[in-house]
C-alpha cells in the first residue's frame, strides 16, 4: 500500500536561457530624439538668422551657409520653379563667382521637370547673395553636386557642392525630407524678401535715371534754343546791319537748328530701342563693302581735319550677319567720334578680320586715349569725358551704337591707352550662328590685342619724340 501521506517528490522545473535583450523602444526614442534635436537646432538658427537687423541678402547667404553646414557642403543654392525660375547661391564677400555660378548652372540644367515645362521657363535668373568671406583654397578641388527636390513647398530644388562623391550619395540621409522643408520654407521666405529689395532698388535706380534723363535733355534743348533766339532776335529787330555779321549770324543758328534736329533724332532712336521697335532687317552682309562705304562718306571730313584714314579690311566675300544700314550706321558714329578727337595730322583706320566664326571690325585712333576708370561709362547716356565738352555731340552716340550692336545679337566695346589712342571693337556674328559665350570670348580676345598693339604704339611714339628733342632724326 502507497502511505497518503508520503511526500510526492515533483521534478525539477527546466528554466532555458533568456532571449537576446531587444530594445524596441529606447533605441528608436534616440534616434527621434536625435531627429528632433536636429530640427530644432536648424529652424532655431534660421530664425535667428531670419529675424536679424542684416539686410536681405546677407540673411540669404546666412540661411544657405547655414544649410551648407547642415550637410557638410562647400556651398548651397535654392531654385524655386513657382511662376519664374529663380535661382539663389551663396558667395563669400570678395569671393570670386565662378564656383557659385557653376552651381547655379549645373542645378538649372539638372533640376527635375520636364523637357517641355524648362523650355517654356527659360534659363532660371541667378542672383547671388553675398555673406561673410569664404575661406580660401590653395587648389581647385572637384566638384561634387547634388540635388533635393521639395515638391511641398511651392517646387522648391536645394543644390549643393559636396566635396566627395560618397557625400553625393547620403545627402538625403543628412538633410530629411522634414529638415528640408523646414529649410524650404525659410529659403522661400528670405528669397521673397531679398527679391522685394532688389526690385524696389532697382525702381528707385530707375526714377532717379528717368529724373536725371529729363533734367539733361531739357538742358541740352534750352541751351540751344537761347541761343538761337538770341540770333533771331537780333536779325529781325534790324541790330544787324552788316551783312557779313548777318550771314555769319544765319550760319550759326543753322549750325544750332542742326545740333538740336540731332539730339532729338538720338532721343527718337533710342526710345524705339527701349520699345523694342527697330524692325532689324537681318541678312548677311560684306564686312568690307559697309566699312568702304563709311570711309567713302567720312572722307571730305578727313581732308578738312587733315585726319588720314586708312582701312584694313578683309576679303569683300567675306560676311557677317546683321541689318546692313544699322552696321553702317554704327561704324559712322565710331568713326565720326574718332575724327572728332584726333588731332590734326593724327590717323583713323576702320580694320576687319574674322576670329572663327565671329567677325570683328574695329575702330582706331591715334588720340588722347581714354582713361581706364572712364572707360565704363562712355556707354552711360549723356556722358562726356573732361575736356570735351566743348565738343559738338549729343552724348547718346555710344549708348545707341551698343544697344543697336546688342540687338543685333552682337556686342560693342572699347581698348584705349592714354595718349596712345582707342580701338572700338565691334563683334558680330558670321554667316553661322555663334554662340554668345563664344562671340563674347573673340571680342575679349580682340580687345587684349588692341591693347598691346596701342602699348606698342605708345612707345615707339615716346621714342620718337625722345629722339626729336635731341634732334635726331627717327629711325624709319
Known sequence: MTDPTARRSAPNPTIGAPPP???????????????????????????DILVSDLPAEARLAGMLGLLAHTVGARRAAVLSMAGECRIAVAAGEGEDPTDALALAAWLDARAPGSRAERAASGPAVVSIA??????????????????????????????????????????????????ARHAAVALALVSAQVAGERESADLLARDREREHYVSTVAHDLRTPLTGLAGYLELIADGRVDDPA??????????AIVDTMGDLVGDLLEM??????????????????????????????????????????LPPRIRAAVGDRRRVEQILTNLAGNALKFTDD????????????????????DD???????????IFERFFRLPGHTRITGTGLGLPIARELARAMGGELDV?????????????????????????????????????????????????????RSRGESPPS
Open 21 to 47: 535583450f531587444v530594445e524596441r523602444r529606447i533605441s528608436p526614442r534616440r534616434m527621434d530624439d536625435q531627429m528632433s534635436w536636429r530640427e530644432t537646432t536648424l529652424l532655431a538658427r534660421s530664425l
Open 130 to 179: 553675398r555673406g561673410t568671406s569664404a575661406e580660401p583654397r590653395v587648389e581647385p578641388e572637384p566638384h561634387n553636386y547634388a540635388w533635393i527636390e521639395i515638391p511641398s513647398s511651392g517646387r522648391v530644388v536645394l543644390g549643393f557642392d559636396l566635396p566627395s562623391p560618397s557625400a553625393v550619395e547620403n545627402v538625403g540621409e543628412r538633410l530629411p525630407r522634414q529638415l
Open 245 to 254: 555779321v548777318r550771314s555769319d549770324f544765319l550760319d550759326r543758328s543753322r
Open 271 to 312: 526710345s524705339r530701342i527701349e520699345a523694342g521697335n527697330l524692325g532689324l532687317e537681318m541678312a548677311p552682309f560684306s564686312v568690307a563693302d559697309v566699312a568702304r562705304r563709311v570711309l567713302d562718306a567720312l572722307r571730305p571730313i578727313g581732308l578738312k581735319r587733315q585726319v588720314e584714314l586708312r582701312s584694313d
Open 345 to 364: 595730322g593724327g590717323t583713323v583706320e576702320i580694320a576687319g578680320w574674322f576670329h572663327g566664326q565671329v567677325a570683328l571690325v574695329a575702330v582706331r
Open 367 to 377: 588720340g588722347a586715349g581714354i582713361a581706364s576708370e572712364d572707360r565704363p561709362r
Open 415 to 467: 581698348a584705349s591707352v592714354p595718349d596712345a589712342g582707342s580701338s572700338f571693337v565691334l563683334a558680330l556674328s558670321g554667316p553661322a550662328e555663334v554662340d554668345t559665350d563664344v562671340l563674347r570670348s573673340s571680342l575679349r580676345a580682340a580687345l587684349a590685342a588692341e591693347e598691346i598693339r596701342l602699348e606698342e604704339a605708345a612707345v615707339i611714339r615716346a621714342m620718337h619724340e625722345a629722339e
